[in-house]
């Protein structure tokens, strides 16, 4: 079982449209990523979050930390082509520096 | 980019042989990890290293073993391996913290007959 449960699995999308990715878990996290991944390469960092409640915008693109840090969202308004791929957020616990993935979101925006 | 590169790019082997893979960095960052990456799990962490000689276990660590003799390289070694072990295994680093960027490398896709 993994601590973080990301929903949608699969998403698969017309370009134009908005959606939003879950991440979710029953335990508190000091801070979380949000990681998205192309076929063949490795994840790359979008954005961390740090404090509950905490917004955070990277152009269409829309992040928030739960309030009780249990719980992220990624929101992507009007969806391009060049959304497609993998994100993955990624939790730290207050103890040690190991950081717990999601099971992850594929993400398909159709031209 | 960060300098990270992973070798080999790409193994066959078979069932219960040693395979060593091999993490290289350029950027002098104090932590490195390996991490598997399955369908439908995501990235689940291996081993990860603190320093030179300092390493701890991760999520799923039996039938991995690690070495940092040296800040730049992080080694993982599958000492018998399994079919259960065939996966893409990812090398990242990153200065340190919970809030600090992990920087991946390009993978390594394992294939155990």
């Known amino acids: 079982t993994q601590l973080l449960e990301q929903s949608p699995q699969f998403l698969s999308i017309q370009e134009g449209e908005n959606l939003t990715v879950y991440c979710n878990s029953s335990?508190?996290?000091?801070?979380l990523q949000w990681y998205r991944q192309e076929p063949g390469e490795g994840p790359v960092l979008l954005v961390t979050?740090?404090?509950?409640?905490e917004v955070k915008k990277l152009k269409r693109l829309t992040f928030q930390f739960g309030d009780a840090r249990k719980d992220s969202s990624l929101h992507i308004t009007a969806a391009q082509p060049g959304d497609t791929g993998l994100y993955l957020c990624?939790?730290?616990?207050?103890?040690?520096?190991?950081?717990?993935f999601g099971t992850g979101t594929s993400l398909t925006v159709i031209p | 980019d960060a300098g990270i590169t992973q070798s080999p790019r790409h193994k066959v082997t078979e069932t219960g042989t040693p395979v060593t893979l091999r993490c290289h960095q350029t950027?002098?960052?104090?932590?490195m990890y390996w991490y598997r990456q399955d369908p439908g799990h995501g990235l689940r962490l291996i081993h990860y290293s603190y320093g030179v000689k300092d390493t701890d276990k991760g999520e799923v660590s039996d039938g991995y073993s690690v070495s940092r003799s040296k800040t730049e390289d992080f080694l993982l070694t599958l000492e018998s391996a399994t079919s259960s072990q065939t996966s893409v295994y990812f090398c990242?680093?990153?200065?340190?913290?919970?809030?600090?960027?992990?920087?991946f490398g390009p993978g390594t896709r394992l294939t155990v007959l």
């Open positions: 335990s508190v996290f000091s801070s």
């Open positions: 979050v740090v404090t509950g409640g």
């Open positions: 990242a680093i990153s200065p340190g913290g919970s809030t600090d960027t992990q920087y």
């Open positions: 990624a939790g730290a616990r207050n103890t040690g520096n190991q950081f717990y």
């Open positions: 950027e002098n960052h104090r932590y």
